[in-house]
């Protein structure tokens, strides 16, 4: 089953909007939860993490808001711009032995139009 | 100064053959990973080794072998390939531990590899 659901799988913004990305997941003993940015033939790097501890945090033009209650968290890109087009995965994270596991959300295909 | 590199980058081969790939870091890290990325670009964990010990296996068919002959290294082995284990193969690493929390994953650039 797919512990991380992400939405949408595609998403179009224009030049300065705003794109959000949104993730649910199931597993409460995750603890940490990364968003990774991928750019077509390289590979996924981290862009802004979060605990689950805080609600909110932000970085530059990118924020990640938290629901701890409601399991679900997103990703706002503030001021979009074309150099942003990209794939955004969400993931989850659980200490596990002593590396941490990360379960990815499907992805969402970024397009922002100039 | 590539911090995670892997060769090689693409890999063209026919089904049932032998093949490797190699990947190093230099960033000092204790933990390294192999994850799987599909034509649907879903990314999964396979493996994960900390210190050369295997810490995660995720089901993956035992014709995957991951080997760490160090800590800077964690090589994937597959034998007998099948047309399905065409995909994107990334190698991570990073510096985790119990008491700073999780750490940042960093990936290699990936490998592709296609089974005719």
């Known amino acids: 089953q797919q512990q991380v659901k992400q939405s949408p799988q595609s998403l179009i913004v224009q030049k300065g909007g705003i794109s959000i990305i949104n993730c649910a997941y199931e597993?409460?003993?995750?603890?940490?939860f990364p968003w990774y940015q991928q750019f077509p033939g390289k590979g996924p790097a981290l862009l802004i993490a979060?605990?689950?501890?805080?609600s909110e945090k932000k970085e530059g033009r990118f924020t990640i808001s938290f629901n701890k209650s409601a399991k679900q968290f997103s990703l706002h890109i503030m001021d979009s711009q074309p150099g942003d087009s990209a794939t955004y995965f969400c993931?989850?994270?659980?200490?596990?032995?002593?590396?941490?596991?990360?379960?990815f959300g499907t992805g969402t295909l970024l397009a922002v139009q100039p | 100064d590539t911090a995670v590199s892997q060769t090689p980058k693409y890999l063209v081969t026919q089904m049932g053959n032998d093949k490797s790939i190699k990947c190093e870091q230099n960033?000092?890290?204790?933990?390294m990973y192999w994850y799987k990325q599909d034509s649907k670009k879903f990314l999964k964990i396979m493996f994960s080794y900390n210190n050369k010990e295997l810490i995660i296996n995720e089901t993956v068919p035992n014709r995957f072998s991951p080997k760490s002959p160090d800590k800077a290294h964690l090589n994937l082995h597959i034998n007998s390939l099948e047309l399905g284990d065409s995909a994107v193969y990334f190698c991570?690493?990073?510096?985790?531990?119990?008491?700073?929390?999780?750490?940042?994953?960093?990936f290699g650039p990936g490998t592709r590899l296609l089974v005719l």
């Open positions: 597993n409460t003993a995750f603890d940490y």
């Open positions: 991570a690493s990073s510096q985790d531990s119990p008491t700073s929390g999780q750490e940042t994953q960093y």
């Open positions: 993931a989850a994270s659980e200490f596990w032995g002593a590396t941490n596991k990360l379960i």
């Open positions: 960033l000092g890290h204790d933990t």
């Open positions: 979060i605990r689950p501890d805080v």
